[in-house]
């Protein structure tokens, strides 16, 4: 079945860093590929998503792109914020499967 | 819109006592699931739904049952509580987007659940 290896965290980062969270996926197909954010205390919410090989998602700064050649989708954003500090689970999702999610990266952001 | 929500959001159990989860969603979607979150192992699929009637099993299904006899909600039981069933369990719903591609899943806020 699917399968998603992601950067083992925590990932501690000054204000104003540079974040990179790799994703790499193992599915059959075509899959979409999502990231995923929680917040503490909350559930799961959509952070971006691409559907076909080198879209780019971004939201919040926050991008990534698929790259099928390398079953990748690195997220990343360019300065981040106290408000960053959260869990990022990178999720491929293919036609008649179910969402595959990894451990998740927790990333700290210190002011 | 409430989205997905999930009735309760906390609960202790004694071993052997049994519960049921309630998840609604108000979106009309189709697939719906329940995951269970533990330290350390990300989100795992304990049982989904394609359709209303319809329901099949995840990754970690045992000592879980569902049901799924209105659109709207998904019920997971547990019939006979463990310390194991310990975790935070969430419930999510999707769609199918254009092109009968799923596009997104809806999160509920989660339930704490623990077993004493």
């Known amino acids: 079945g699917d399968s998603v290896t992601q950067m083992e965290g925590p990932v501690t980062l000054s204000e104003e860093a540079f974040l990179t969270i790799n994703c790499t996926y193992t599915?059959?197909?075509?899959?979409?590929l999502f990231w995923y954010v929680q917040y503490p205390g909350e559930g799961l919410q959509l952070l971006l998503k691409?559907?076909?090989?080198?879209d780019k998602g971004s939201n919040k700064g926050f991008e990534a792109t698929y790259r099928k050649e390398t079953t990748s989708f690195h997220l990343e954003k360019g300065s981040v914020q106290v408000s960053d500090s959260a869990v990022y689970f990178c999720?491929?999702?293919?036609?008649?499967?179910?969402?595959?999610f990894g451990p998740g990266t927790r990333l700290s952001v210190l002011p | 819109n409430a989205g997905v929500t999930q009735t309760p959001k906390f609960r202790v159990l004694k071993t052997g006592q049994s519960m049921t989860l309630l998840c609604a969603q108000d979106?009309?979607?189709?697939?719906m699931y329940w995951y269970r979150q533990d330290p350390g192992m990300g989100l795992r699929l304990i049982h989904y739904?394609?359709?209303?009637?319809t329901t099949a099993k995840g990754e970690v299904p045992d000592g879980y049952n569902v049901s799924r006899l209105k659109k709207q909600n998904f019920l997971l039981g547990l019939e006979s509580a463990a310390p194991s069933q310990t975790s935070v369990y969430f419930c999510?719903?999707?769609?199918w987007g254009t092109g009968g591609r799923n596009t997104e899943a809806f999160f509920g806020q989660g339930t704490r659940l623990t077993v004493v």
């Open positions: 999510a719903s999707s769609y």
């Open positions: 599915a059959t197909g075509y899959p979409s």
């Open positions: 691409a559907t076909k090989a080198d």
């Open positions: 999720a491929p999702y293919n036609y008649g499967q179910n969402f595959v």
């Open positions: 979106m009309n979607h189709e697939y």
């Open positions: 739904s394609v359709g209303e009637g």
